[in-house]
């Protein structure tokens, strides 16, 4: 099936950080028509660093000092009232003035501007970030993955599969209906990762507080994909 593709990216250098919650923790934080989606009975909180890279329109090739930019979203999954299911996005921040503008503007997306940083020792991958208008919404990651050199990819009806392989994402138009878009890539390759230090307060700035003592209950690393983008369409 052809798909109209309007963009294309790459996502570079992913750690995803997941956390387990009873779905009644989550479901009050949603807008109405969409319900949390589950598995194993519960649902998931998903906080995700990664680096944007050669973000571009299908007419445009990357520019320098524009296409690439950092990212760190606080996500869950959930299911329209229609039965498409997605990723909700409590926040996404991102370094990149431009990025945020044409995303909450065109995308309805809720991108907020923070300080981030992207750094690797060996094996090590550091990520921190900062929102200057909110100094305590905050986060520091130390990423070690374990077998970079053994990926896999995750099976079908997995958890894995559950959480890593997410097509298609809702957005919110301020007169309440939603939008819906999707992406088109190769399975993700990933590992498992460990996190010698991780302390972040954005999941408790999207209305779910996690003690830095609660340690994640699902994480992974990939190097990351390419990424064909389609237009967003009213559901």
């Known amino acids: 099936m052809e798909h109209q593709i309007v963009g294309y990216q790459s996502w570079r250098h992913l750690t995803f950080i997941h956390w387990r ?8 934080l949603l807008p109405d028509g969409l319900t949390i989606e589950t598995f194993d009975d519960s649902a998931w909180l998903g906080l995700v660093p990664f680096s944007m890279e050669r973000v571009r329109p299908w007419w445009s090739p990357p520019v320098p000092g524009i296409s690439w930019f950092l990212e760190t979203n606080v996500r869950t999954y959930v299911r329209h009232q229609n039965g498409q299911t997605g990723v909700w996005f409590f926040s996404l921040d991102a370094n990149h003035r431009l990025a945020v503008s044409v ?40 990423a070690c993955p374990e077998k970079p050199e053994q990926l896999q ?7 894995d599969h559950f959480l890593l392989e997410r097509y298609h994402l809702f957005a919110q138009r301020p007169d309440g209906r939603f939008y819906c878009g999707q992406v088109h890539h190769d399975p993700y390759t ?30 992974a690393w990939s190097p990351g994909v390419d990424v064909r983008v389609s237009p967003l369409w009213l559901l």
């Open 21 to 28: 919650l009873p779905a009644e923790t989550l479901q009050p």
């Open 103 to 142: 995303a909450r503007r065109f995308w309805h997306l809720n991108y907020v501007h923070a300080r981030l940083q992207l750094s690797r020792d060996d094996q090590t991958w550091h990520y921190s970030g900062q929102r200057p208008a909110t100094p305590e919404d905050a986060y520091q990651i130390t």
């Open 153 to 159: 990819t995750a099976a079908e009806g997995s958890l």
């Open 190 to 219: 990933w590992c498992g990762v460990l996190l010698p230090s991780l302390s972040q307060s954005l999941t408790a700035a999207a209305g779910c507080p996690i003690p830095d003592d609660h340690a994640p209950d699902h994480v």
